[in-house]
């Protein structure tokens, strides 16, 4: 998928350290992840950025730089397991482009979807290539789901877990292993997130552009 890809600390050349994927918004540059994986506010200077499709060393599609990222406070004010999430309002590229224009993007959904089967790619820190998993979700509580599949270490925190039907009803945000992964179950406080992070109201149910976490954070 080329709407999936890893963080890095400045460009390429630097450490990549966590995953996200471009999530479909209005403005059309807007992705989502862990809220444990950047910090809330604007960025400037080298910052971190996002490469798509990273692999072997390689950005196919280019990189682009944060430019503010969204948390809620109850996360990045108080460390709330159950609001671990983040949306991250991406630059134009060097060619002024948008990334939702180049890579295509999945479609959010806030309607506490779980208990059902995923796919999640996710960018062990230290590789180059992605790992991908089908597996279930499993509802753990009112707040948290579970997948089982091994082999996701650091670095796959932020990894979006994509329903059959293309809607990202998770984020991965910890596991007390690797082979255990957790998400917040994506309801509204995902909703009222995702809609300051692109200026418009929340309503709750499907982002069209126009949840919560346990265990160790990765």
């Known amino acids: 998928m080329a709407y999936v890809g890893a963080l890095f ?3 390429v050349t630097g450490d990549h350290f966590c ?11 807007l992705i989502v992840t862990a809220g444990h994986c950047l910090q809330a506010g604007r960025t400037g ?3 971190a950025s996002f490469a ?26 108080g460390t709330n397991d159950d609001y671990d999430l983040a949306f991250a ?4 590229d060097a060619s002024g482009r948008n990334i939702e224009d180049v ?11 779980t208990d059902e089967q995923v796919t999640v790619t996710g960018y062990p820190s230290d590789r180059k290539v992605p790992r991908t998993c089908l597996s279930r ?5 009112a707040t948290e789901q579970r997948f089982d599949c091994a082999d996701f ?10 329903a059959a039907d293309g809607k990202i009803i998770g984020i991965l945000t910890g596991g007390d292993t690797d082979d255990v992964s957790t998400s917040t179950i994506l309801a509204d406080y995902a909703a009222q997130l995702y809609a300051r992070a692109t200026g418009g109201t929340a309503t709750g149910g499907t982002a069209t552009g126009g949840g919560t976490g346990g265990g160790a954070a990765r």
Do not use: C, Q
């Open 9 to 11: 600390e400045g460009d």
């Open 19 to 29: 995953t996200a994927t471009v999530v479909h918004s209005p403005g059309r540059n």
């Open 137 to 141: 979700a499993v509802r753990l509580s």
């Open 89 to 92: 309002r991406l630059a134009p």
């Open 45 to 47: 200077g080298a910052g």
């Open 52 to 77: 798509p499709a990273y692999a072997d060393g390689r950005a196919p599609y280019g990189t682009w730089k944060i430019a503010e990222v969204f948390e809620d406070p109850r996360w990045s004010e």
């Open 153 to 162: 270490p650091s670095g796959t925190s932020g990894s979006s877990w994509i």
């Open 103 to 113: 890579t295509g993007a999945a479609v959010l959904d806030t309607t506490g979807r």
